[in-house]
């Protein structure tokens, strides 16, 4: 990423003023203020077909720093990468019932190939569920071929009618793990520990607060006996769900006959697990962190951690910069700008862009042998001395980090809110953003009710059950759950 | 992939011999001995799309390995990682005459999204010129924007009529790199500097010897002004092209409108460069190192360069196998196997999996301090004593890697034969394998009649012309290359 900007002249950018004005206020309109964010930090650019964005460099080292991490601690934890085919013949998609129910409207459909029509069509995957259990079908003999753990990291397909960059596409990018395993107890194990690692990911390295719960049978994944999630809020009060885990008991394995003989010999069904994260949760880090300046990456996962600016073209501000550049690119991602660019520019181009730390250097640092830190997450600036520069940036980029989360984990909490009568819930549904907190009977009558009079969905049923109330919120029957209720992207 | 063998019992492999005898003898059929290893070592599977397959974990990890090293060497010179969209717009893939006619014969079809035919069919791409190009011609406005050097990593559909587990598929995993110059000079050195690349890296990683050169125009890729090559021998004499790189000139600037400002603020078209290599490159590691016991990977590039069998289940031995796994674990990718299975059935096993290097552990070697390392490539077997057992290993690996680039080189040179006269080209090529070196005049016409003739084709011109006759090979005119002429995969 080294040249980003000296390779890249952002002819709009041209200075200060120019750039802060850029921006729409996400105070004044959050979507407009959204799209803005994702075209001028340079994280995608529209394509030719509609809902296919391009990952421009910087987009796409988010999504690999994302991927690397995630890659790594889904190894540790015994799971292996493989790669299918993205082509899913009808009829194979057909085997499961609500599964193709619920994908098929949204296919996109292979017809010819070369200048012939094919004998049976083919779709895209939007998710390879059918190609993961035709091969288990075929590959699991016995309760040692058991656990199967298998991952891959791939694109897919997805007709949509409404897009947006990286929150809604017809293509993109994810992980999807499908598992197989000898018992339903085994498989759910799996199916939560899946959530787990997703939320420690999602708050030890994205700083992003999420709640762990399952989806309504309603929102649930075609096919699934139960789906999990982690659902996150967004600056301007709405959910995005960030990943999630699916349990599907033996349903595929009767459908697709993936059968073992177990240690007695007698033959059996399997159970298995899926779960993917895609790169929707870009769109998370952008709404979760980022402000009016532009993107904040957390350091963990930025391409960029520390930009070094000299602040004129002095020789031995030059120097310096360089010097400061060699001692601390070991431990860090660096870019250097020495560019003609003012330090104006040079400043909003990496508050845009979300560069967690900014050292400038200037005539009067060198005398003092000093250097100026600027913090992206609260655009605090303080003098240090440059002999123990190396220690101040660790501690710096750790407490970023840390804060980020903070941030995002104060944000959460201030906006949920505990209602417990329906007629305040249908006022609070009008005038309030963010997430409630209700009882519920659990009956999809009721979830329905609720959608159509306040255009709140289900979000989750928290694992933390910690009931409040003894009816539900809707019906006023005895309620079985809690749950969280919101809109969502 | 460590417990890569206890997950995935081989019901096939259930003793010394089966293994063995499973193996058709690749003097026998070179292309039978090429399916069984291909499956047996679990680098594949058939899907149920046909030419489709599956990379199984163990053949997905050597992809891995490749694709790991290939992206840092890339970063390292300046390249960056995007993600174009997988859908071509048919009137974008019309823009190059030349580059449609040679893929569309070849592309599979999107026809309808969900229920809804599309108003203008799309194609999966077979290679991502176009969209790269649609982008640059947005994107880039002054010199200053250039040079772009971008890459991406992605799948391809090609709809071939035959196909073969990783050397022909309808789908095929691969990196296309796309630059952009504002000087031809500027984008021939980038076109001759991943050639480099590639050729450096198939010798230094693959241990499979090269040969650096140009295609003729018949062979070129549809759309460049010329294409570079590098090709290698397999062990059936029949060559293999590894990796291309081709030079577009202004073709595609021009068909695409991609214009900068230059220094003089005159509008230019921009000169371009593209370079890939695919999954491909594993059916020549096969091909070039394998033997009739299997697989034979480099070292470098081994999901695991080290084995460590335990002879028996004495407690005494189970305690030292593992103590030497842990030693050596920080080193090396090292699997430790201390299953029910015999050392018979584990010995056939890694060589079939081609593992470099096996350690024996029986009660003899703990006895005397020693362990016995057997490698992969002579199959040779060596006593050694534990205590400088890393530094023995290191050694090892680093011998087994040079030898069998040595065994490619010897294999490469032995295979080449210098032809002056046609007559003798026309018998060696009924009776001999391997590569024919002649001079030839450089017509299109010559060429055709020597692929009629002989059924030879055209593998490469080669960089080093060093020129030892004055008349081409077939019409005696006055001969201008010097050139290689083969069987091709």
């Known amino acids: 990423m080294n040249n980003l900007n000296d390779k890249n002249p952002k002819n709009i950018y041209t200075s200060k003023k120019k750039i ?33 964005m391009i990952f421009e460099p910087y987009g796409f080292a988010i999504w690999e720093n994302i991927k690397n991490i995630l890659d790594f601690k889904f190894k540790e934890t015994g799971h292996e990468n493989v790669y299918m085919p993205m082509l899913i013949p009808e009829s194979l998609l057909n085997k499961e019932k609500e599964h193709v129910e619920g994908f098929a409207p949204e296919v996109a459909w292979v017809t010819h190939g070369g200048s012939e029509k094919l004998s049976e069509k083919m779709c895209i995957r939007p998710t390879s569920e059918t190609l993961f259990c035709e091969y288990y079908s075929k590959n699991i003999k016995s309760y040692r071929d058991l656990p199967k753990l298998y991952n891959q990291w791939c694109s897919v397909i997805r007709w949509e009618k409404t897009v947006r960059p990286f929150l809604r596409n017809l293509e993109f990018l994810w992980q999807e793990g499908h598992t197989v395993h000898t018992t339903p107890e085994e498989a759910i194990e799996e199916t939560n520990k899946m959530l787990d690692l997703y939320a420690d990911f999602c708050e030890n390295f994205l700083a992003i607060s999420v709640i762990k719960g399952k989806k309504t049978k309603k929102e649930k994944f075609a096919g699934a006996e139960f789906t999990c999630a982690i659902e996150s809020l967004m600056h301007d009060g709405k959910a995005l769900q960030t990943a999630t885990t699916h349990y599907f008991g033996d349903k595929f394995a009767k459908a697709f006959n993936i059968q073992f003989l177990d240690k007695n010999n007698k033959l059996k069904h399997a159970f298995q697990s899926s779960w993917g994260i895609s790169t ?210």
Request: glycine letters at 4%; charged letters at 25%; a positive charge.
């Open 280 to 489: 929707r949760v870009i769109g998370a880090i952008i709404m979760v962190h980022g402000d009016n300046w532009g993107l904040k990456i957390p350091p963990k996962i930025a391409p960029i951690q520390v930009v070094i600016v000299s602040i004129t073209k002095q020789n031995e501000i030059l120097e310096k910069s360089k010097e400061i550049y060699e001692k601390i690119i070991k431990y860090f991602k660096v870019k250097l700008d020495t560019s003609n660019k003012t330090p104006g520019w040079k400043y909003s181009e990496y508050e845009m862009l979300g560069v967690p730390l900014r050292l400038e250097i200037g005539p009067k640092d060198i005398k003092n042998n000093q250097i100026i830190l600027v913090r992206r997450d609260t655009r605090e600036k303080v003098i240090v001395p440059i002999d123990n520069i190396i220690e101040v940036i660790f501690e710096t980029l750790d407490n970023i980090q840390k804060n980020m989360l903070s941030n995002s984990h104060k944000h959460l909490n201030k906006n949920i809110i505990t209602i417990k009568n329906y007629k305040e819930f249908k006022e609070i549904a009008q005038t309030k953003t963010g997430l409630i907190k209700t009882m519920w009977c659990g009956s999809a009558l009721c979830e329905e009710k609720i959608k159509e009079e306040t255009g709140l969905t289900s979000r989750c049923i928290p694992n933390e059950q910690n009931f409040f109330e003894k009816n539900c919120i809707c019906c006023g029957k005895k309620a079985t759950l809690v749950i969280y209720w919101g809109i969502a992207y």
């Open 20 to 52: 802060i004005d850029s921006i729409i206020p996400m105070e004044k309109d959050f979507a407009k203020w959204y799209t803005s964010v994702v075209t001028k930090a340079k994280l995608m650019s529209y394509s030719e077909v509609r809902g296919c």
